[in-house]
């Protein structure tokens, strides 16, 4: 089931729902302090959980867009890519969306790896989970494979934060959401030779932050995407 445009993101109707009994039980029972608490409990699970609209800063086929909200904390550049370390915090909205593609179906989301772990965050001992986007881009005229960008997405969640993805397809349109993620880390991998367009210390908006351009590659190759088109890439069991 995907959330579309729903008030309130479906992975949030739970807890919110648990709360407003846990209300209705203190109101009953007058206990009026409790029940002020449990206000303010719901409506802190309403925002943490609310589906927002976002409209991208950039549509052009070479644009990447945040896939999630956040923090940059540090940018670092290593001989694979450039490799974005993102804090979300629980306030920030949890929809994770496409980042990359033109308006129609151009590009393909695939989870290729899913480690159990601590809930803490942690790049070592903690549980993560891999997203591979790839936005494969065509000349109008010839049909030639003119650009191939694939970016990693690596979350890491933090105490009782939820991972969702919302991978009933495996084409998504640019900014479309593609999954939850509530609380924690993140890294995002993106091409080294793309041009940034944020700094650290900068947040960002999933859907809606241009976080850089890449460059045009020409390659006369067309293959199918798979999850064996990423070879330096562990994947999911």
Request: hydrophobic content about 45%; overall charge positive; some cysteine.
């Amino acid at each position: 089931m995907k959330t579309t445009t729903e008030i309130i993101a479906k992975e949030g109707w739970k807890p919110i729902i648990i709360a407003l009994l846990g209300l209705l039980i203190v109101w009953l029972l007058g206990w009026k302090i409790l029940s002020v608490l449990f206000l303010i409990l719901v409506v802190c699970l309403a925002y943490f959980y609310r589906n927002a609209e976002r409209i991208p800063e950039d549509i052009a086929d070479d644009c990447i867009l945040a896939p999630l909200d956040g923090v940059i904390k540090n940018i670092e550049n290593k001989e694979d890519g450039i490799y974005l370390s993102i804090k979300k915090p629980i306030c920030f909205c949890g929809l994770l969306r496409m980042p990359l593609a033109k308006l129609g179906k151009a590009g393909e989301v695939l989870k290729i790896e899913h480690i159990k772990g601590l809930k803490n965050s942690d790049t070592i001992t903690g549980e993560r989970v891999k997203i591979a986007f790839n936005s494969t881009i065509f000349s109008s005229e010839s049909e030639v494979l003119e650009s191939n960008t694939t970016l990693f997405l690596t979350l890491y969640p933090k105490y009782f934060s939820q991972i969702s993805l919302y991978l009933w397809d495996s084409h998504f349109k640019l900014g479309e959401r593609i999954g939850f993620f509530l609380n924690g880390n993140a890294i995002l991998k993106i091409p080294l030779d793309s041009e940034l367009r944020v700094n650290i210390d900068d947040k960002i908006s999933g859907g809606k932050t241009l976080l850089g351009k890449f460059k045009f590659a020409y390659n006369a190759d067309i293959k199918k995407i798979t999850p064996n088109a990423y070879p330096n890439e562990k994947q999911e069991s």
